[in-house]
């Protein structure tokens, strides 16, 4: 008998095939990859890679007669069986993006086989959607391979996510797990870092070397890595274990600084995560070019250039976050890994929690919480733009997770997670979780479940909610306090319930008494809901949610007497930072705010004396300020432990009365830090007078290339109107890279526009090129902006249209466009 269906579906059916097609599976583990031998040399005219591959494997459970590989625009000249000694041909079929190999007979999973394979890898070509303009898919980088650009050779690798198909034959996936052994042929002068341990070294009579090395501990191929290139090695330990810094030899000074921390942070986590560091060693190596931040491969993290600091630079060194996220994914991410890219966070909401941990543990929580409320507005920032299920089945491209919801917003869920469970209960889980789950490819549930185990508590309700569903609360607070000694708290979730959750949430509210504070948990579970606080005569202040513990967005009615008494008496640093913040900001004018500026200038919270600093020309005339409050700053200016504050503090005092302080900001200008240097020196250069002094300072510093002092000498230039100094606005524009090329754009511009003649030809095609081809997207949006600085020269408008429609980034297209509209109206 046969059915008759109907092939006209309606649209819920549509949807749901669309939901079933759609679904991002784990890959299906048909083989399983034990072990992966390469012997390697690298083509750097014709960047390729020559390889040949042993690959050890077992079928995973069902009999296999096909073998499918990764192997991403290969060439392959030979596939090979090696059974009982003996090496046989095999027949394969290759697209560009894996290699087939048909087996001589059915294999099961009592089988092993090893597979031989000769190939060249050519990274350069990609067959990727996008084709060339897409430079993050490579997998493997050759930087200058020839040695005709101004700056070192080198290789480096970026597997995440499925890229070390590119460079050798594998099984792509998260959820496969294999050793290996490396042979690396590499020129002599050249040193290269790859996973595990360097076992043997051969040189060669053609000026090359091979380094064998041996990763004998299982993990997942996109953390196979290598570097090879001139480094300078710094050498450090945490108890046994070897930990090395590789970066350029200039940078040699600075990377002693801007690493210092890593011994301590390997052993805070070790003893925070019940188990020591489980690989063979860990190398950290800066390198150009870099393709993202950071990339946490086992045993060796690559780093981006902006880490390469000189020793006065590493001063100020900001990067103790990155370190430690990578550092923590070889917990989590690497011993225990994804297995698929829908459950990302499990990596990296981990990574993301462990720059809180840190900074708790070292610095403080104050600071902490400061990191975590700037994760939180960048999620709620991008939250704008898309909701989505932190766990994903359906994305366009798996790229697409790495977002602020994989990151910022999964930092902030596990920071919910330990306030719901209690710090005890939190590192308890945490602890099992990467025990029974170790050399394990995990899905959110693997986490639930842990939890679960040790809590005895049934937690589906919140990984439901927070990791199985988008959006997050939006609450609405009134506090009604007619009766001041029973006070009732009336919340609202306001979220739309069509596309969110009504979420189940611990309600903190602290109560402050005679200098006491109390704190008590309220659950909510409804749409509206209200709280009797019995908080007792005399109470001073009532705070909801003092450390914004909660990833919700939050509706309050304070006037501005009550955000005094909440910045007076707040405990928490947030508390205090975030009153005083909405006072200077929002009640401006009110009232004379000297007594509570002069107070959070003596605040034990940097960011809350940083602020109070930069909201006196806002909030006070100049002679508000007063004898008093000049003389604290002149102390904060000196001796403020934190040097952001004290170049704030200078700076601010170059405004209030500069040539009295001159003497003060020279000074100040021979500091080590940059920071507080660069501040003296944007002080200096904004005295009103002095043009002689000014003149001879600049030209004493002119051949300095930090972007600290650059920005406030190239300020001068353009106020001064001296024309006469193209070469020195080319030269650093050459010099910069990064984001202090970013910041340095915008003054090459306006000193530019100021000039005439072929100089200022010359910079508007600096500028174009910039715009065109720069690889970092927010360079080539601020060349692009400067230069509509240029506008009523010659062709201009129709050059900046042809380059946002060539542009590639999306989003720097929409930018362009933004900056283009009104000139394309007026024609
Ligand atoms: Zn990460």
Do not use: C
Not at 275 to 283: I, R, T
Not at 438 to 452: I, K, M, Q, T
Not at 540 to 559: C, F, H, N, S
Not at 705 to 711: D, P, Q, T
Request: glycine residues 6%.
């Amino acid at each position: 008998m046969e059915l008759v269906v109907s092939n006209m579906p309606d649209s819920l059916t549509i949807l749901k095939e669309a939901a079933i097609e759609g679904y991002r599976s784990s890959r299906e583990r048909k083989f399983d990859l034990i072990h992966t031998s390469l012997d390697l040399s690298f083509d750097y005219e014709k960047r390729q890679v020559k390889g040949s591959a042993i690959l050890l494997l077992k079928p995973y459970f069902y009999d296999q007669e096909v073998l499918e590989l990764d192997a991403k625009d290969f060439d392959i000249s030979d596939v090979w069986l090696d059974e009982s000694g003996k090496t046989t041909p095999l027949g394969f079929s290759y697209t560009p993006k894996r290699v087939t190999v048909y087996l001589p007979r059915t294999y099961s999973a009592l089988d092993t086989l090893r597979i031989g394979i000769k190939y060249v890898a050519k990274p350069d070509e990609t067959t990727e959607p996008g084709g060339q303009a897409i430079t993050d898919t490579k997998g493997l980088y050759f930087i200058n391979p020839t040695g005709t650009e101004d700056k070192p050779i080198q290789i480096w690798t970026q597997g995440e996510t499925e890229f070390s198909s590119k460079w050798f034959p594998t099984i792509d996936s998260p959820n496969e797990r294999q050793t290996h052994d490396f042979k690396l042929r590499v020129p002599e002068r050249f040193i290269s870092l790859s996973n595990g341990k360097l076992v043997d070294q051969k040189t060669h009579d053609d000026g090359t070397r091979t380094d064998h090395w041996v990763m004998d501990i299982p993990h997942a191929p996109y953390l196979s890595a290598l570097a090879i290139g001139e480094f300078v090695e710094i050498k450090d330990t945490w108890k046994d274990l070897p930990v090395s810094y590789y970066v350029e030899e200039k940078y040699a000074e600075g990377a002693k600084t801007v690493f210092q921390h890593t011994p301590e942070m390997i052993g805070f986590f070790s003893e925070l995560l019940g188990m020591d560091f489980p690989w063979q060693k860990y190398d950290q190596v800066v390198v150009r070019d870099f393709v993202s931040g950071a990339m946490e491969n086992t045993t060796v993290s690559i780093f981006m250039e902006a880490l390469n600091l000189d020793e006065r630079e590493a001063l100020d060194s900001e990067w103790d976050y990155i370190i430690a996220h990578e550092l923590f994914h070889q917990w989590f991410g690497n011993l225990v890994t994804t297995e698929s890219w829908s459950n990302l966070p499990l990596n990296e909401a981990f990574a993301d929690y462990s720059e809180y941990l840190w900074f708790e543990y070292k610095e403080g929580k104050d600071k902490a919480d400061k990191h975590h409320l700037d994760a939180m507005e960048q999620y709620f920032s991008e939250s704008q733009e898309k909701q989505v299920n932190l766990i994903r089945f359906q994305f366009e491209d798996k790229e697409d997770m790495f977002d602020s919801h994989s990151y910022a917003k999964g930092g902030r869920i596990l920071h919910m997670l330990r306030k719901t469970v209690g710090d005890e209960a939190f590192f308890a889980s945490l602890k099992y979780y990467l025990k029974t789950n170790a050399f394990r490819s995990v899905e959110v549930h693997d986490l639930r479940l842990a939890f679960e185990h040790i809590t005895g508590q049934d937690l589906n309700w919140f990984f439901n909610q927070w990791f199985l569903d988008s959006g997050h609360p939006v609450l609405k607070i009134d506090i009604d306090d007619s009766d001041k000694d029973r006070q009732l708290l009336t919340i609202r979730q306001m979220q739309d319930l069509t596309t969110t959750p009504l979420y189940r949430l611990p309600i903190k509210v602290a109560i402050y008494k005679d200098g006491k504070r109390e704190e008590k948990t309220f659950w909510m579970d409804k749409r509206v809901q209200q709280f009797a606080l019995e908080n007792g005569a005399g109470t001073d202040l009532i705070l909801v949610d003092e450390y914004m513990e909660l990833l919700a967005e939050k509706q309050t009615d304070r006037g501005m007497e009550f955000l005094i008494n909440q910045y007076q008496q707040a405990q928490s640093g947030l508390g205090r930072l975030e009153a005083l913040d909405s006072l200077t900001a929002v009640f401006a004018e009110a009232k004379n705010w000297t007594a509570e500026i002069t107070r959070a200038l003596g605040d034990s919270f940097h960011e809350v004396r940083g602020l109070a600093v930069s909201r006196i020309p806002q909030v006070m005339s100049q002679d508000d300020v007063g004898f008093e409050m000049e003389k604290t700053l002149v102390r904060l200016a000196e001796n403020d432990p934190n040097n952001e504050v004290r170049s704030s503090a200078i700076t601010l005092l170059g405004t209030l009365n500069s040539s009295k302080y001159a003497p003060l900001f020279a000074r100040m200008m021979e500091e080590p830090s940059y920071v507080v240097a660069g501040g003296a020196l944007t002080a200096l250069m904004d005295m009103e007078g002095e043009e002689v002094k000014k003149k001879e300072t600049f030209e004493r510093l002119k051949g300095e290339k930090n972007i600290r002092l650059v920005v406030p000498l190239a300020d001068y230039l353009t106020k001064v109107q001296d024309s006469t100094h193209s070469a020195w606005f080319n030269e650093k524009l050459s010099l910069l890279t990064g984001e202090s090329l970013y910041y340095f754009i915008g003054y090459y511009g306006d000193y530019f526009a100021s000039v005439s003649g072929t100089e200022k030809k010359e910079a508007i095609e600096m500028l174009m090129n910039l715009a065109k081809d720069h690889p970092a997207n927010y360079v080539r949006l601020t060349a692009f902006q400067s230069i509509f600085g240029f506008i009523d020269e010659g062709n201009i408008l129709e050059r900046v249209i042809k380059i946002n429609q060539n542009e590639t980034d999306d989003l720097v297209r929409s930018y362009q466009e933004f900056f283009l509209e009104p000139y394309l109206e007026g024609n």
